[in-house]
């Protein structure tokens, strides 16, 4: 179950970075990077180990991929502007760090 559970949260942690990055630039997206590293590591804090860190950024991963990527008309929900970019380089940044913190 504590994989499951790790995979929602990482899913709803991307979710909510997608739609809130760019939201009170650049205060959104400070918001979405700071919290991203505090539920990834908070996974880890509560269960204990890495392997539970690691799946749940993985399905942050596939979250905010997905949603840089041309959706059935052509929406895009991170669109290519600095904040967007920003967010998947970013991010994938304070994923590293958050599971690199000690638990």
Known sequence: MRYLYSV???AGLGAGSVFMH?????FGL???LMS?????????????GK?????????WTVVVLR????GINDEYLIEGTAV?????N??????VIAILLPA
């Open 51 to 59: 392997t539970l860190r690691i799946i749940a950024s993985a399905a």
């Open 84 to 88: 967007g970019i920003s967010l998947i």
């Open 30 to 32: 400070i918001f979405v």
């Open 36 to 48: 991203t590293v505090a539920g990834i590591w908070s996974i880890g804090r509560m269960w204990g």
């Open 8 to 10: 929602i949260i990482g």
């Open 22 to 26: 760019a939201s009170l630039v650049p």
């Open 67 to 70: 949603a840089g990527f041309p």
């Open 90 to 95: 970013c991010g994938f940044l304070a994923l």
